[in-house]
């Protein structure tokens, strides 16, 4: 199979255009993450990788910090 080179744009309107992008899917993740259903998830789950990774970005726990005492 041939791989197809792409041509990505690297002017300075086309990066801040991503950027800007990326800030707003970050900040849509962050207010999903933080709803009701998102935290009953977690707190069904505490012992799950990705719960346990949401809880520590959110704040909810520290490092090395058990899950199930913070959520």
Not at 24 to 31: D, K, M, S
Not at 38 to 51: D, M, Y
């Amino acid at each position: 199979m041939k791989t197809k080179k792409i041509d990505l744009d690297m002017s300075p309107e086309a990066i801040g255009l991503r950027l800007k992008t990326v800030s707003e899917l970050r900040r849509a993740t962050l207010t999903l993450a933080k709803s009701d259903v998102a935290r009953a998830i977690r707190k069904k789950n505490p012992n799950n990788p990705i719960s346990k990774r949401v809880a520590l970005a959110l704040g909810e726990i520290s490092p090395g910090e058990e899950v199930e005492s913070k959520i």
